[in-house]
T-cell receptor, first 113, second 114 residues
Framework: AQSVAQPEDQVNVAEGNPLTVKCTYS??????LFWYVQYPNRGLQFLLK??????LVKGSYGFEAEFNKSQTSFHLKKPSALVSDSALYFC???????????FGGGTRVLVKP | DAGVIQSPRHEVTEMGQEVTLRCKPI?????LFWYRQTMMRGLELLIY????????DSGMPEDRFSAKMPNASFSTLKIQPSEPRDSAVYFC????????????FGEGSWLTVV
């Protein structure tokens, strides 16, 4: 069975500093990896995905993520965080066999001015 | 496109009542997903459809929950009878094509059962 772990419930960072949100996964076969963001009282919004190819994926709002097969990780990064990046971030994985998307528990990001 | 449309946005109901949540996917999308989000359990996939056919309903918690997709532009999630532990945010999402495609989420239906 596929699974996703987001080891940090919350990440605090000062505005302008780099932001990293960690994600590790477990699937059989090649993974399809996704990051979504959820703002208060809203649905999930897509940030980026990794399917194949370059291990560094660039997405919306200046976010990027690095796929590391040996460490089974897909950490989300942003070089310079904004207060408006404060939200709940979800990592998700889909294996190569089906269409079921499994989400991690989410990491709350708080960017302080 | 208007995106995935869910209704109602908020519902408060009494225990034992029937609850029906509605979803209109993005036109042309062939996959539709129902999720439930709670503080305790996070985001859980309840059921998903492909071309209006239920593919995986292993996440449906119990027989009180049922979902239908009578056509490509409409789906319902029904809870009968409702219980306080069903209080959650229910999301509908749709996607186009195979597993490499992203899912588009609605704004959610916030259900409170008292």
């Amino acid at each position: 069975a596929q699974s996703v772990a987001q080891p940090e419930d919350q990440v605090n960072v000062a505005e302008g500093n780099p932001l990293t949100v960690k994600c590790t996964y477990s699937v059989s076969g090649n993974p399809y990896l996704f990051w979504y963001v959820q703002y208060p009282n809203r649905g999930l919004q897509f940030l980026l995905k990794y399917i194949t190819g370059d291990n560094l994926v660039k997405g919306s709002y200046g976010f990027e993520a690095e796929f590391n097969k040996s460490q089974t990780s897909f950490h989300l990064k942003k070089p310079s965080a904004l207060v408006s990046d404060s939200a709940l971030y979800f990592c998700a994985v889909r294996d190569g066999a089906g269409n079921k998307l499994t989400f991690g528990g989410g990491t709350r990001v708080l960017v302080k001015p | 496109d208007a995106g995935v449309i869910q209704s109602p946005r908020h519902e408060v109901t009494e225990m034992g009542q029937e609850v029906t949540l509605r979803c209109k996917p993005i036109s042309g999308h062939d996959y539709l997903f129902w999720y439930r989000q709670t503080m305790m359990r996070g985001l859980e996939l309840l059921i998903y459809f492909n071309n209006n056919v239920p593919i995986d309903d292993s996440g449906m918690p119990e027989d009180r929950f049922s979902a239908k997709m009578p056509n490509a532009s409409f789906s319902t999630l029904k809870i009968q009878p409702s219980e306080p532990r069903d209080s959650a945010v229910y999301f509908c999402a749709s996607s186009l094509g195979d597993r490499g495609h992203r899912e588009y989420f609605g704004e959610g239906s916030w259900l409170t059962v008292v």
